[in-house]
C-alpha cells in the first residue's frame, strides 16, 4: 500500500511541476492567447489572471500534502487494525493522537494535557 501511496505523490508532485512550469511560462514570459478559429486573434493574459493561477498552484499543493497524509494515516490505521494491535500495545505516541482523535480531550497548544491523560490512562 505504501508504494502505491509513493506512486501517486510522485504522479502528482510531476503534475504539480507541469502546472508550475506552464504558470512560469504564462507569467515571466509575457505569453499571449492565440485563438486559430478567430483569425490568430491574441489576447494578453492580465495579472489578475495571473494572481488566479498562482492561488491555483497552492491550492494544488495543499491538496498534496493533505491527500498524502491523510492517505498515510490511512495506511497506519489499517495495519493496526489487521494486526489486531490494542490501545495498550501501542506507543505513547500512538496513543495520544488516537485520544486526540478520538475524545478530543486534548488541546495541541498545551502540553500538560498530554502528561495528565497518559497518567489516567496508566493508572485507569
Excluded at 13 to 21: G, K, L, P
Excluded at 109 to 116: A, E, G, L, P, T
Aim: charged share 25%.
Amino acid at each position: 500500500m505504501m508504494q502505491i501511496i509513493k506512486q501517486e505523490f510522485s504522479d502528482r508532485v510531476n503534475e504539480i511541476d507541469r502546472y508550475f512550469h506552464l504558470l512560469e511560462n504564462i507569467t515571466e514570459k509575457d505569453a499571449q492567447l492565440i485563438f486559430p478559429n478567430e483569425n490568430d486573434r491574441r489576447e494578453n493574459l492580465s495579472i489578475r489572471l495571473g494572481l488566479t493561477l498562482k492561488s491555483g498552484l497552492v491550492l494544488l499543493l495543499y491538496n498534496l500534502v493533505e491527500s498524502s497524509i491523510s492517505k498515510c494515516l490511512g495506511n497506519i490505521h489499517q495495519s493496526l487494525t489487521d494486526e489486531n494491535i490494542t490501545y495498550f500495545e501501542m506507543s505513547d505516541a500512538l496513543q495520544k493522537i488516537w485520544l486526540k482523535y478520538h475524545y478530543k480531550l486534548l488541546n495541541d497548544s498545551s502540553n500538560s494535557n498530554d502528561s495528565s491523560v497518559l497518567q489516567l490512562k496508566k493508572n485507569g
